[in-house]
């Protein structure tokens, strides 16, 4: 057992264990945790739960303190403006203070559920987001970074609701096609669908589909060529059936996806193929073209697989890969 451990189970009291004094309580409870976890080498599930348990005690569960301010037991956020709604939640900024001395102010992305009744929607994400921690370090870029989630009492039903890392500067393919109504240029497409297809399959390698890779949900970093994969509440292990499909993208999905076929990972490729293709210009070259038309039924291989057969269309449509500088309009 190691020290961290055996402290945790011979405390008598949250009081005792943590103290008074919040911040330095909130730098204890996170150094423990990091050591009493049940994944890490020498943690245990009786401390981790007696820890949280102590923890709980000793700070108020998350509930709003005032209009503005959430606190729960990790942080206390401050309430910003609603940057994003979609059907099943709205997107509200927030700002929390890290370290000991509340010197760091941080910015996050607050998800709410708009209706008790998606509570499970959400809990579906923060699963599959928690599930992507496994994926390669050099490819959790791709996915939103969950801080923390938690219940809200709110009128009508406690809201469970999922903290995220920020997004500056990224735009949605939606956001792309209102922008540009005519479609932009095959060679960015092409760096955008490439990232997609690493997204999906890595969320494949481990056992999820994302359920939902429609225009709204791909994050673009214009200058960077970023892309993150975002709207997890749709996703599901693969081989289970979709729980339900954004209303406003219904019509994307092949038939047997609606009608709550074992999921497997070429629904995500296709979806992504039909985001891909509504992105193109109308004079895009005909192999780019017939390749996205290829995605959308039939067989398909491996979103590897299907990478490489990619790069080389690409390279006989385009040559020798080249950065090739995309932009929104200027405001």
Same mark, same amino acid.
């Given at each position: 057992m190691n020290s961290y451990v055996a402290d945790v189970m011979a405390a008598t009291s949250s009081v005792s264990f943590f103290g008074t004094d919040a911040p330095a309580a909130r730098k204890k409870y996170l150094l423990y945790a990091k050591h009493v976890h049940p994944d890490i080498e020498g943690g245990s599930n009786e401390a981790f739960a007696t820890l949280q348990n102590l923890y709980g005690g000793h700070v108020k569960p998350s509930t709003p303190s005032h209009?503005?301010?959430?606190?729960?037991?990790?942080?206390?956020?401050?309430?910003?403006?609603?940057?994003?709604?979609?059907?099943?939640?709205?997107?509200?900024s927030v700002a929390f203070q890290t370290g000991p001395d509340?010197?760091?102010?941080?910015?996050?992305d607050m998800l709410i559920p708009l209706a008790a009744r998606d509570n499970d929607l959400m809990g579906a994400m923060s699963?599959? $987001? !928690? @599930?992507?921690?496994?994926? &390669?370090?050099?490819?959790?870029?791709?996915?939103?970074?969950?801080?923390?989630?938690?219940l809200m009492p709110q009128p009508g039903g406690r809201r469970a609701v999922v903290v995220l890392e920020s997004m500056p500067g990224f735009v949605s393919i939606e956001d792309i096609m209102k922008a540009y109504p005519d479609g932009?240029?095959?060679r960015d497409v092409a760096w955008m669908f490439k990232r997609m297809l690493v997204?999906?399959?890595?969320?494949?390698?481990?056992?999820?589909?994302?359920?939902?890779?429609?225009p709204s949900s791909f994050m673009i970093l214009p200058d960077q060529h970023g892309l993150i994969l975002s709207d997890w509440q749709y996703s599901v292990a693969l081989g289970e059936p979709l729980a339900t499909v954004p209303s406003a993208?219904?019509?994307?999905?092949?038939?047997?996806? $609606? !009608? @709550?076929?074992?999921?497997? &990972?070429?629904?995500?490729?296709?979806?992504?193929?039909?985001?891909?293709?509504?992105?193109?210009?109308?004079?895009s070259p005909r192999p780019l073209v017939s390749f996205f038309k290829g995605c959308m039924g039939g067989a398909l291989p491996s979103a590897a697989a299907l990478l490489a057969e990619f790069d080389d269309v690409l390279l006989s449509v385009y040559g020798k890969p080249a950065f090739h500088r995309f932009a929104m309009p200027k405001k």
């Open positions: 209009a503005n301010v959430v606190s729960t037991r990790l942080y206390e956020y401050v309430l910003g403006d609603t940057t994003r709604e979609n059907e099943i939640f709205k997107t509200v509340y010197a760091d102010r941080v910015i996050a699963k599959s $987001l !928690k @599930k992507l921690g496994e994926v &390669p370090d050099s490819y959790k870029a791709f996915f939103p970074t969950m801080i923390e989630r938690f932009i240029n095959g997204a999906i399959g890595n969320a494949a390698d481990v056992g999820i589909s994302h359920g939902a890779c429609v993208y219904k019509s994307m999905y092949p038939e047997a996806a $609606l !009608k @709550k076929g074992a999921t497997t &990972p070429h629904l995500d490729i296709v979806m992504a193929a039909k985001t891909a293709s509504a992105l193109l210009e109308n004079d």
